[in-house]
């Protein structure tokens, strides 16, 4: 599989970043790469492709959220950006022939706008009573890479590629000039983190809930369910992680429009990455 990210796709992943970027831990800007962008990609593809590439720790930088909190984000190296982007690309052709339809994040085609029309026309057309609104608190931070990397391996057989997986999960980050290690998660900001958020979500998640009908955008889900009693039973036992916090859970009556749970997030609020939802 790794035969498919061949300098041409690693050409295309460079020309589809942001030039105004910030730049990782290597200080290399989009500008910098490509005033010897053919060697350099040269270089990158021999490197990969003999196992000679290594990983950098993520830059952690920190934004601030709507609930008043901040979100850790981790800004990649340069040629970490350009080799998870066309390892995503290759990614993509598999995992989109698997996932659900109903999934809506960080998809080729499809955006948060695409989960309500979905939710909207079930709500009118269907049999529902209520919505479960839920949403994954710290997912991408309490993401567990065994798991993650078991997932991945019951579809990607090419070690090579597994073996970069692993590579980027344990970098570890640079914050205050200090390097730490991450046992757990996957840095927001990357470019293939959100393959494989949605990828633990689809067998931790999507494959595991026994409900009718369920639209989901990154780590905040809505389920139409025709009782209450299941929609409730629909957020017990899912194995988000040992140390991950159960998820803000609101059921909203679809009849008297009430909102009957308590702890709801603020839409804008939930740990679900900028552009998700």
């Known amino acids: 599989m790794l035969?498919?990210?061949?300098?041409?796709?690693?050409?295309?992943?460079?020309r589809a970043l942001n030039p105004k970027a910030a730049a990782g831990v290597d200080r290399v800007t989009w500008e910098d790469y490509g005033q010897e962008l053919e060697g350099n990609l040269e270089d990158l593809h021999a490197r990969v492709h003999r196992g000679a590439y290594r990983a950098r720790p993520s830059r952690r930088v920190f934004i601030p959220k709507a609930d008043g909190g901040q979100r850790p984000l981790g800004v990649a190296a340069l040629e970490d950006k350009i080799l998870q982007r066309a390892v995503v690309e290759v990614l993509n052709a598999i995992?989109?022939?698997?996932?659900?339809?109903?999934?809506?994040?960080?998809?080729?085609?499809?955006?948060q706008h695409h989960a309500l029309d979905a939710l909207a026309t079930?709500?009118?057309?269907?049999?529902?009573?209520?919505?479960?609104?839920?949403?994954?608190r710290g997912f991408f931070d309490a993401i567990d890479h065994e798991w993650l990397l078991k997932f991945v391996e019951h579809r990607i057989a090419d070690r090579r590629m597994l073996r970069l997986i692993r590579r980027w999960l344990k970098a570890g980050v640079i914050e205050d000039g200090e390097w730490s290690d991450t046992e757990r998660g996957t840095a927001q900001g990357a470019s293939i983190s959100p393959l494989l958020a949605n990828v633990?979500?689809?067998y931790v998640f999507e494959c595991a809930t026994n409900v009718k009908r369920g639209d989901a955008v990154g780590s905040r889900l809505s389920m139409q369910c025709s009782t209450e009693d299941g929609g409730l039973m629909a957020l017990r036992d899912r194995p988000m992680g040992d140390d991950s916090k159960p998820p803000h859970a609101a059921l909203v009556s679809d009849r008297r429009g009430e909102r009957c749970g308590k702890g709801a997030p603020d839409a804008s609020g939930g740990d679900h990455g900028d552009d998700r939802c």
């Open 3 to 14: 035969h498919h990210v061949d300098v041409d796709r690693l050409r295309e992943a460079y």
């Open 95 to 111: 995992y989109e022939a698997d996932f659900l339809g109903f999934s809506y994040g960080f998809r080729p085609g499809r955006s």
């Open 122 to 136: 079930g709500i009118m057309h269907g049999k529902v009573d209520w919505v479960l609104d839920a949403d994954i």
């Open 200 to 202: 633990y979500l689809h």
